[in-house]
């Protein structure tokens, strides 16, 4: 039921425990895969951009590393195997187009802790992902 999974990371402690619980899950199951997201909600600058020849994806792995690089290194030195998937624009909806496309059975997300009011007002990227998601959401606080 679970053996691909989607783990979204941000560089936030809460995805940190969300990869731990990823790493846990991935352990257990036989045959598990898991692509691990990391979505940008901002483009790169225009001077990174001609810096590296207009190569989004090559700047989006770059960043991938440099904010989630601590978790990243944490899945790899579990012996965990993933695929990496990077995308910019609203993580909530990039995150659910992703998991589509690798057809995961488990979206793994961390919390951000909003408070319930801000939570309300603001809404949450794990909120909207459990509420749109066409399949099992696990939010780690």
Known sequence: M??????????????RRAA???IGLFNLIDGASLT???ISPNP???TRLVKA??????LLIEDANKISGKTLDMLK?????Y????????PAAEILKIRDKVEA???IVGSRGLGSLSGVVLGSVSQKIAHHAHCPVMIVK
């Open 2 to 15: 679970f053996k691909k999974m989607l783990l979204a990371i941000d560089g936030s402690e809460n995805a």
């Open 20 to 22: 731990e619980s990823a």
């Open 36 to 38: 691990v997201t990391y």
């Open 44 to 46: 790169p600058s225009q």
């Open 53 to 58: 020849d207009f190569d989004v994806h090559s």
């Open 77 to 81: 030195e579990s012996g965990v195997n």
């Open 83 to 90: 695929d990496l998937e990077v995308a910019i624009g609203d």
């Open 105 to 107: 059975g488990l979206i």
